[in-house]
């Protein structure tokens, strides 16, 4: 088992940053991604960004040039840099982590991101 713990989420003003941490207990070999997903009140979860253990990243066209995702595979952890935040980008951030040989998705357990106006 995999455990993925999150940390770096809080309460920030419109227009300001927060950076995220996902650090993962082992490692789960090659072909994996890992990315945040966050999911509002009433919404679906939806994908923000991810990058391939090869450093491919894909965000979400709603915050391209805003948010930066990076990860170290040395010590299995990734980050994302979120700047310029949105009060529509209040919500719990969740951390994954997908073996795509294995066909198998870890998660964390989520942390709140509030963005004030």
């Known amino acids: 088992q995999v455990q993925l713990v999150e940390s770096g989420g809080g309460l920030v003003q419109a227009g300001g940053s927060l950076r995220l941490s996902c650090a993962a207990s082992?490692?789960?070999?090659?072909?994996?991604?890992m990315g945040w997903y966050r999911q509002a009140p009433g919404k679906q979860r939806e994908l923000v960004a991810s990058i391939s253990d090869g450093g491919s990243a894909n965000y979400a066209d709603s915050v391209k040039g805003r948010f930066t995702i990076s990860r170290d595979n040395a010590n299995l952890t990734v980050h994302l840099q979120m700047n310029s935040l949105k009060p529509e980008d209040t919500s719990v951030y969740c951390c994954?982590?997908?073996?795509?040989?294995?066909?198998?998705?870890?998660w964390g357990q989520g942390t709140q991101v509030t963005v004030s106006s």
């Open positions: 082992r490692t789960i070999g090659s072909f994996n991604v």
């Open positions: 994954n982590l997908r073996a795509v040989l294995l066909h198998r998705d870890y």
